[in-house]
């Protein structure tokens, strides 16, 4: 009768162990999915940052490209005032010098 007491409580402790680690492993499969999904969200996140900073540095490029012709065609406006204005300055200077 003592071996079988023994022998029951020895099946029923593995028992218990089998039911607990499957149960420990089931909880493990879980926080490991849930980290996995948490990983993979921040992943997404930013790789929406980065497409959207991809978006303005092309925007800041579009801009930056009209700004330089922009500039050049006040350049060229400027260099025409000023071949003008010095046309202006030196009609009446030249005009003395030949007196």
């Known amino acids: 009768m003592t071996i079988e007491i023994a022998l029951l409580c020895t099946v029923g402790g593995f028992l218990i162990g089998i ?3 499957g149960r420990n492993r089931d909880k493990d499969v879980r926080a490991e999915a849930t ?4 990983i993979e969200t921040k992943l997404d996140n930013i790789g929406a940052g980065i497409t959207s900073i991809q978006k303005d540095f092309k925007d800041n490029t579009k801009v ?12 060229e ?5 000023h071949k003008r204005i010095d046309s202006v300055i030196l009609t ?3 005009m003395e ?3």
């Open 19 to 21: 039911l607990t680690f």
């Open 35 to 38: 980290r996995t999904a948490v």
């Open 64 to 75: 930056m490209e009209e700004f330089s012709k922009r500039l050049t065609i006040v350049e």
């Open 77 to 81: 406006s400027t260099k025409s005032a």
């Open 92 to 94: 009446p200077t030249q």
């Open 97 to 99: 010098v030949t007196r």
